[in-house]
């Protein structure tokens, strides 16, 4: 056994899209941060998808990118293709995406990582959590290292206890190719609850195999928006080979490269149906539950058997590589199954498979065991994050990670935390669902969870989070300058719109008009400001009377939402409560009233029996 001299502030398990944004974040705040991973030469990886952002995730990437994280600035410097999803819908559907280059958005984050003030990369595979009376005092590793933190964030992904299943054969590891971790079995003997959940992951295929004739093509926008507010810093140069994108001359420049897509046919069905009987998952040898939102391909034959078909994109992994991530057959069917179907879809008929699909189960522990901040009410300093919070996607991790580290960092610098409401962004919401509601399923972020979603475009997440990223310490003084730079710009625009005349009326008239847009404008009107400031501008007139009804609404539930639980309440003394009233009370621990309204299962009256007994005083309570 030996132990480390050095004791760390911050020790972060994994690093994965959570993970570093964890380490960075805690690193930024000061703080002395060792990230250990498994393998240093996976930092980063892009386990599934080649892709940043999407419905929902495009906003959670731009909320990253406010406080200060790493996800849209690396993505904007190792993009292929960019897109805005929804882009003739409502704005508050509107979502940025891109396709990345899965190696340079790696290696180019390992280097971020290596390169940044206080912290440390380390390989290695921890197995157990070490306390030291009533809160962790670090990690040890599988080859009886002793590394000694004052906080400990977890981020192991689909790595705890992970078994890969491809047909009726499985094998131990979080990914194919690599290990696993048995660090769960510390977090159950230190009384923690743990799941089990599923998911899974297309084949791969060569592209020299494919018949692209027979494909659909799919560009990117003509006109490439960039994740970040600070598109500048992936200027790149020689010490920076990864970044394969500029901003040069107020211009994001991009060599973008194509998407396809191809559909699935009654043939690719039949195949899939006659042999679910090698489906693990239909075979009963998955126990793990799997993602309602991202079925494998037997699930939509199975449940989807009116339709005839189902689309597929073929995805490039990167600029210098032929491989294809096939978007749309995630399946754990054995490997001659996956050649069989694969070879009824149009412009596939001849393809290889460089990587097959297969499903992975892992340990998770259910989130209604953290606080907001992310830390957990059982051992303080102990911080989850991730994947093992049971949510799935890069976006929701990297928002998770963000915060547990910047919240483990700001409690040992004795400073507030940073807690996010429903109306302040979609990490709000993210947080709020998994601490109080919980979830039974792989957690998915969509817009249609955010009540206020109006408000948390993607277009305005620097406006409203930078600020309070910076009240905590989190950003630099440039990106918090930038910020206020584009609030007094909007500002001035709106002023601007309502004081000059184009044609018969003034321009804010013209912009609330549904038909017209500020692409319509005269160049004389339009070159004062950049198109940025138009877009967000156009949308604030337009939906003004919407936006004002959802800021009534959020002041209105806000002082609900303000009014403080105490955390040491011990609900079954508390008289007047339903059993199962006390029973989820006791368990969430809400800390707001708002928070205990959202408890699932707490009706309007719990709601109104405790806003009374808050009124009281404590020891009226028990009475």
Same mark, same amino acid.
């Given at each position: 056994?030996?132990?480390?001299?050095?004791?760390?502030?911050?020790?972060? &398990?994994?690093?994965?899209?959570?993970?570093?944004?964890?380490?960075?974040?805690?690193? %930024?705040?000061?703080?002395?941060?060792?990230?250990?991973?498994?393998?240093?030469?996976?930092?980063?990886?892009?386990?599934?998808?080649?892709?940043?952002?999407? #419905?929902?995730?495009?906003?959670?990437?731009?909320?990253?990118?406010?406080?200060?994280?790493?996800?849209?600035?690396?993505?904007?410097?190792?993009?292929?293709?960019?897109?805005?999803?929804?882009?003739?819908?409502? !704005?508050?559907?509107?979502?940025?995406?891109? #396709?990345?280059?899965?190696?340079?958005?790696?290696? *180019?984050?390992? $280097?971020?990582?290596?390169?940044?003030?206080?912290?440390?990369?380390?390989?290695?595979?921890? +197995?157990?959590? &070490?306390?030291?009376?009533?809160?962790?005092?670090?990690?040890?590793?599988?080859?009886?290292? %002793?590394?000694?933190?004052?906080?400990?964030?977890?981020?192991?992904?689909?790595?705890?206890?992970?078994?890969?299943?491809?047909?009726?054969?499985?094998?131990?590891?979080?990914?194919?190719?690599?290990?696993?971790?048995?660090?769960?079995?510390?977090? %159950?003997?230190?009384?923690?609850?743990?799941?089990?959940?599923?998911?899974?992951? !297309?084949?791969?295929?060569?592209?020299?195999? /494919?018949?692209?004739?027979?494909?659909?093509?799919?560009?990117?926008?003509?006109?490439?928006?960039?994740?970040?507010?600070?598109?500048?810093?992936?200027?790149?140069?020689?010490?920076?080979?990864?970044?394969?994108?500029?901003?040069?001359?107020?211009?994001?420049?991009?060599?973008?490269?194509?998407?396809?897509?191809?559909?699935?046919?009654?043939?690719?069905?039949?195949?899939?149906?006659?042999?679910?009987?090698?489906?693990?998952?239909?075979?009963?040898?998955?126990?793990?539950?799997?993602?309602?939102?991202?079925?494998?391909?037997?699930?939509?034959?199975?449940?989807?058997?009116?339709?005839?078909?189902?689309?597929?994109?073929?995805?490039?992994?990167?600029?210098?590589?032929?491989?294809?991530?096939?978007?749309?057959?995630?399946?754990?069917?054995?490997?001659?199954?996956?050649?069989?179907?694969?070879?009824?879809?149009?412009?596939?008929?001849?393809? +290889?498979?460089?990587?097959?699909?297969?499903?992975?189960?892992?340990?998770?522990?259910?989130?209604?065991?953290?606080?907001?901040?992310?830390?957990?009410? &059982? @051992?303080?300093?102990?911080?989850?994050?991730? #994947?093992?919070?049971?949510?799935?996607?890069?976006?929701?991790?990297?928002?998770?990670?963000?915060?547990?580290?910047?919240?483990?960092?700001?409690?040992?610098?004795?400073?507030?935390?940073?807690?996010?409401?429903?109306?302040?962004?979609?990490?709000?919401?993210?947080?709020?669902?998994?601490?109080?509601?919980?979830?039974?399923?792989?957690?998915?972020?969509?817009?249609?969870?955010?009540?206020?979603?109006?408000?948390?475009?993607?277009?305005?997440?620097?406006?409203?989070?930078?600020? @309070?990223?910076?009240?905590?310490?989190?950003?630099?003084?440039?990106?918090?300058? *930038?910020?206020?730079?584009?609030?007094?710009?909007?500002?001035?625009?709106?002023?601007?719109?309502?004081?000059?005349?184009?044609?018969?009326?003034?321009?804010?008239?013209?912009?609330?008009?549904?038909?017209?847009?500020?692409?319509? @404008?005269?160049?004389?009107?339009? *070159?004062?400001?950049?198109?940025?400031?138009?877009?967000?501008?156009?949308?604030? /007139?337009?939906?003004?009377?919407?936006?004002?009804?959802?800021?009534? $609404?959020?002041?209105? @539930?806000?002082?609900?939402?303000?009014?403080?639980?105490?955390?040491? &309440?011990?609900?079954?003394?508390?008289?007047?409560?339903?059993?199962?009233?006390?029973?989820?009370?006791?368990?969430?621990?809400?800390?707001?009233?708002?928070? $205990?309204?959202?408890?699932?299962?707490?009706?309007?009256?719990?709601?109104?029996?405790?806003?009374?007994?808050?009124?009281?005083?404590?020891?009226?309570?028990?009475?």
């Amino acid at each position: 056994m030996f132990t480390l001299p050095t004791v760390y502030d911050v020790v972060v &398990l994994g690093a994965g899209h959570a993970g570093m944004e964890a380490g960075l974040a805690a690193a %930024r705040l000061g703080c002395s941060v060792l990230l250990l991973t498994q393998n240093l030469d996976s930092v980063g990886q892009m386990s599934c998808n080649p892709a940043i952002g999407g #419905q929902a995730k495009g906003q959670i990437v731009r909320e990253i990118d406010a406080l200060g994280g790493l996800m849209g600035l690396n993505t904007d410097a190792t993009g292929i293709q960019f897109r805005m999803l929804n882009a003739k819908k409502g !704005p508050s559907v509107r979502s940025p995406r891109a #396709q990345c280059d899965k190696k340079a958005y790696q290696f *180019r984050a390992k $280097a971020e990582l290596e390169r940044t003030e206080n912290l440390t990369l380390c390989q290695g595979n921890a +197995v157990r959590i &070490l306390r030291d009376g009533n809160g962790v005092s670090g990690v040890e590793t599988s080859l009886g290292l %002793r590394i000694l933190a004052r906080a400990v964030v977890v981020t192991t992904g689909t790595f705890m206890r992970g078994l890969l299943h491809v047909g009726l054969q499985n094998q131990a590891g979080g990914r194919l190719g690599d290990s696993v971790s048995t660090l769960s079995d510390s977090l %159950r003997e230190l009384g923690f609850e743990t799941g089990r959940f599923k998911t899974g992951t !297309p084949c791969r295929l060569n592209g020299r195999s /494919l018949d692209f004739g027979r494909f659909e093509r799919q560009e990117g926008d003509a006109v490439p928006q960039p994740f970040s507010s600070l598109p500048e810093r992936i200027a790149g140069g020689r010490d920076d080979i990864f970044t394969l994108n500029r901003w040069e001359e107020g211009a994001f420049h991009v060599e973008q490269l194509p998407c396809w897509s191809t559909y699935t046919t009654l043939e690719t069905h039949r195949i899939i149906r006659e042999n679910l009987h090698q489906s693990p998952l239909y075979a009963g040898r998955i126990e793990g539950v799997g993602p309602r939102y991202c079925p494998s391909i037997e699930d939509k034959v199975v449940k989807f058997e009116d339709k005839d078909r189902h689309q597929l994109y073929l995805e490039p992994e990167g600029r210098h590589t032929e491989e294809y991530y096939v978007n749309g057959v995630s399946t754990s069917l054995p490997l001659e199954v996956q050649y069989a179907f694969l070879h009824t879809i149009p412009g596939l008929e001849k393809a +290889v498979i460089l990587r097959p699909g297969y499903a992975v189960e892992y340990d998770y522990c259910p989130p209604t065991q953290l606080q907001p901040t992310f830390e957990t009410r &059982l @051992l303080p300093g102990l911080y989850f994050a991730g #994947q093992i919070n049971g949510t799935s996607g890069y976006e929701e991790a990297g928002g998770q990670g963000l915060l547990a580290g910047a919240n483990a960092a700001l409690k040992l610098l004795g400073r507030p935390p940073l807690l996010l409401g429903r109306a302040d962004g979609y990490l709000g919401v993210l947080v709020d669902d998994l601490v109080t509601r919980g979830t039974e399923e792989p957690y998915r972020m969509f817009t249609s969870r955010a009540e206020h979603r109006l408000l948390l475009r993607h277009d305005n997440a620097d406006l409203r989070l930078t600020p @309070l990223a910076a009240a905590a310490g989190l950003v630099d003084s440039e990106r918090a300058a *930038r910020a206020e730079e584009r609030r007094a710009q909007l500002a001035r625009l709106r002023a601007f719109t309502e004081a000059t005349r184009f044609g018969e009326q003034r321009v804010a008239q013209f912009l609330r008009r549904p038909e017209t847009s500020w692409t319509d @404008l005269p160049e004389e009107i339009r *070159r004062e400001y950049p198109a940025s400031a138009w877009e967000t501008t156009e949308i604030d /007139l337009r939906y003004e009377g919407y936006i004002t009804r959802q800021h009534a $609404a959020v002041e209105k @539930l806000r002082a609900q939402e303000e009014r403080v639980i105490p955390a040491d &309440l011990d609900y079954e003394q508390v008289r007047g409560l339903r059993a199962e009233t006390r029973q989820k009370f006791g368990k969430v621990r809400p800390a707001t009233l708002g928070q $205990a309204g959202r408890i699932s299962g707490i009706t309007p009256a719990d709601i109104a029996y405790l806003a009374l007994l808050l009124d009281k005083p404590r020891a009226a309570w028990h009475a």
